[in-house]
């Protein structure tokens, strides 16, 4: 039976030790990487995106240890390189349910936000709901993730 709230591949995430220098040397690549984007206090993450049409791939660093990012922790401690997919859920709560029905313990669903300046030079916020198979779980040591994502909002914003 096919998954009903995962339809598709959002993006690549790669975890980096450094992620001030894998920007600057995805840069250097000719890639166009976009500003550092600083997740939730509880995610304790940081991020660059390179934006490819139609999806992207995150290099994704650990800023400060919080019990949330522990596995992508042990992860960097054996090595840097792609850590999971990001599928596109169309509801991450549903599909956290869809997966318990098959015996599994989903991690999440999870909120969270990073700011963003959008172009006009005011103030937003992404906003992300993210849900995980267990990791033990996940197929061929990767993480699997499918996240929804809502759309960035001035702040202030309802949603």
């Not at 550092?36 to 993450?45: D, E, K, L, V, W």
Request: some cysteine; hydrophobic content about 40%.
């Amino acid at each position: 039976m096919a998954l009903n709230n995962v339809i598709g591949i959002d993006h690549a995430v790669i975890m980096v030790r450094d992620l001030d220098k894998a920007a600057l040397n995805w840069k250097h690549l000719g890639f166009t990487v976009s500003p550092r984007g600083t997740h939730s206090a509880h995610m304790g993450s940081g991020n660059y995106t390179i934006m490819l049409d139609p999806d992207y791939i995150e290099l994704l660093g650990v800023l400060t240890s919080t019990e949330h990012n522990a596995p992508a922790r042990a992860f960097l401690d054996k090595r840097e390189g792609i850590e999971r997919i990001a599928f596109t859920a169309v509801d991450s709560a549903d599909g956290a349910e869809e997966i318990r029905a098959r015996g599994y313990v989903p991690l999440g669903p999870t909120d969270f936000e990073r700011p963003v300046t959008m172009p006009d030079g005011t103030l937003s916020a992404a906003k992300f709901r993210t849900f995980q198979w267990p990791v033990a779980e996940a197929p061929a040591a990767c993480a699997s993730s499918p996240a929804s994502t809502r759309r960035a909002k001035p702040s202030g914003s309802p949603n």
